[in-house]
């Protein structure tokens, strides 16, 4: 079968992996024992640096600065700065919990506690979510800015059993677009069932439609009947990995692996994809019932370079030195996109000269 294999120092540290594929990862320690160096399949190298106390200072992938981090007087992470620059700012309370976030964007979140040191206020700006807790510690409530309230119940054994979602006062106009439909004057209830091992099995919603889920001995999911009584079958090979899909209507879809666990083909009623990946795990082509391909390029610090499509029309991704997307170029169009000092997009500029722009 499948083997990956392990390389240990005298102090039983692991100082290479190497997988089913002959890919090999190395490892390097400083004299504190924290890992110093990571060199992955393609030799390139992740770096750490540390305080004489072994505190983690600074992350470097490839020569490059990915994030620094200091330390308050308690040995606490005070800031974290990124390539990029932004820096985001902790203080304390005098549990040594965090009592306030700050980024250089201006943001500041604040987070209150109760007595068992649970979060019971988070405030992000001059909006308020709070929460409220069981007596086991589960989560009772969340009331969010806009006063919607979710309300959370448990079976005896501590499984989550109902959610109970009560619109607040705020006109719909001023949600966000993952809020759920309204039902009903009383808000939306949901309410979930479980087996003796903990398992969902049922999901009615605030319609009464149903979900049922049945399960095998080892725990997986098998059949899925949906609010439709459609029924969704799931076959596994001997890893616990799906195999196959069975539908409803008759048709279904064959799925393979390779030895990293990796999905390499999937057959359908239409016919096989294939798809091909680099020592990374990258994918570098795709290749469709019909035999037309999608390949993919990538630059040395994993950042996706360029499309090209069957028709041989080739889409070119242009990064600036902190590694943001600055142009899309496709033929003769581009798409660009700025920033501000915060590294945050700010405008987006379509081939024919429409431009969007972001506000935070």
Known sequence: GNKSTREYDLLGRVTKEIDPLGNETSYTYTKLGNVETITDVASRVRRFEYT???????????GKLEQSLEYDGAGRVSKRTFADGYEISYSYDALSRIEKVNGTDGRAVSYEYDAMGRATKVSDGDK???????ATGRLKSVVDALSNETVYTYDALDNLKSIHRIDGLADA????????????????????????????????????????????????????????????????????RVIRVDYADGKSVALS??????????????????????????????????????????GKLNERTEIVYPDGRKVDYIYDDERKLRELVNGN??????????????EKTLPNGNAQKFDY
């Open 257 to 298: 692996y390779d030895e990293l666990g990796r999905l390499n083909e999937f057959t359908d009623w239409l016919g096989t994809t294939s798809i091909q990946r680099d020592i990374l795990g990258r994918v570098l082509s795709v290749n469709d019932y019909n035999k037309k391909c999608v390949a993919y390029n990538y």
């Open 52 to 62: 004489r106390g072994g505190k983690l200072t600074a992350i470097y992938f490839c």
């Open 173 to 240: 106009s001023e949600t966000k677009e993952d809020r759920l439909p309204k039902v009903g004057e009383d808000g939306h209830v949901t309410i979930y069932s479980y087996n003796l091992a903990g398992q969902l099995t049922e999901v009615t919603d605030a319609l009464g439609q149903k979900e049922t889920y049945e399960y095998d001995q080892y725990g997986r999911l098998v059949t899925k009947v949906d609010r439709d009584n459609y029924s969704t079958a799931y076959s596994y090979n001997d890893l616990g």
């Open 128 to 134: 308020d979510t709070l929460y409220t807790y069981t």
């Open 333 to 346: 169009e581009k798409t660009s996109y700025d920033y501000d000092a915060y590294g945050r997009l700010i």
